[in-house]
T-cell receptor, first 115, second 114 residues
Framework: DAGVIQSPRHEVTEMGQEVTLRCKPISGHNSLFWYRQTMMRGLELLIY????????DSGMPEDRFSAKMPNASFSTLKIQPSEPRDSAVYFCATDFMGGGTDTQYFGPGTRLTVL | AQSVAQPEDQVNVAEGNPLTVKCTYSVSGNPYLFWYVQYPNRGLQFLLK??????LVKGSYGFEAEFNKSQTSFHLKKPSALVSDSALYFC????????????FGPGTRLSVLP
């Protein structure tokens, strides 16, 4: 298996622009998590899905952030409009609930820089 | 609510010496406990986990961790450190009764000096 796939790996954009981050989970995994990592705040959970349904979005910082999972093999995290304070590394992680593994597997991350 | 503490921001150890990276946790129910490692410009990689059973858990790259329920700790250990072990280490907890949400600690940067 190719593991969790994220794209793009790097994104540089200007303040006010829309940014879309993408994630393809490991095949067969039914839960997907979006995290943000910064030096100041460490690793923060933004939102997670189970069977394509958002379960907990309490970590989403504000309405500028939205996430979707239209099917079991694809998810997006969108920021509109982007701001410099959104600069961070965004990770997607997936696991299989109920399978006994209970382990999240992380993608390589997307490094976002908002100028 | 779940929480994880990693009391040391940085741990320095000489190559060949044993290493310990500390983790304490707080959950309302029974915990699932995890260690992840992050190398520069990479995602987090799973090292090991405690779900149930033997308190001493062995994982990847020669690492092990001991679950201590009375001290609510899950310290990561390795008998002989390698320079290549230098990385950022995260402890995480999940409450078995609280769904899938992981709570990660702030991370401990391990530097193994040659």
């Amino acid at each position: 298996d190719a593991g969790v796939i994220q794209s793009p790996r790097h994104e540089v954009t200007e303040m006010g622009q829309e940014v879309t981050l993408r994630c393809k989970p490991i095949s067969g995994h039914n839960s997907l998590f979006w995290y943000r990592q910064t030096m100041m705040r460490g690793l923060e959970l933004l939102i997670y899905f189970n069977n394509n349904v958002p379960i907990d979005d309490s970590g989403m910082p504000e309405d500028r952030f939205s996430a979707k999972m239209p099917n079991a093999s694809f998810s997006t995290l969108k920021i509109q409009p982007s701001e410099p304070r959104d600069s961070a590394v965004y990770f997607c992680a997936t696991d299989f609930m109920g399978g006994g593994t209970d382990t999240q597997y992380f993608g390589p991350g997307t490094r976002l820089t908002v100028l | 609510a779940q929480s994880v503490a990693q009391p040391e921001d940085q741990v320095n150890v000489a190559e060949g010496n044993p290493l310990t990276v500390k983790c304490t946790y707080s959950v309302s129910g029974n915990p699932y406990l995890f260690w992840y490692v992050q190398y520069p410009n990479r995602g987090l990689q799973f090292l090991l986990k405690y779900i149930t059973g033997d308190n001493l858990v062995k994982g990847s790259y020669g690492f092990e961790a001991e679950f201590n329920k009375s001290q609510t700790s899950f310290h990561l250990k390795k008998p002989s450190a390698l320079v290549s072990d230098s990385a950022l280490y995260f402890c995480a907890v999940r409450d078995k009764n609280y769904g899938q949400n992981f709570v990660f600690g702030p991370g401990t940067r391990l530097s193994v000096l040659p």
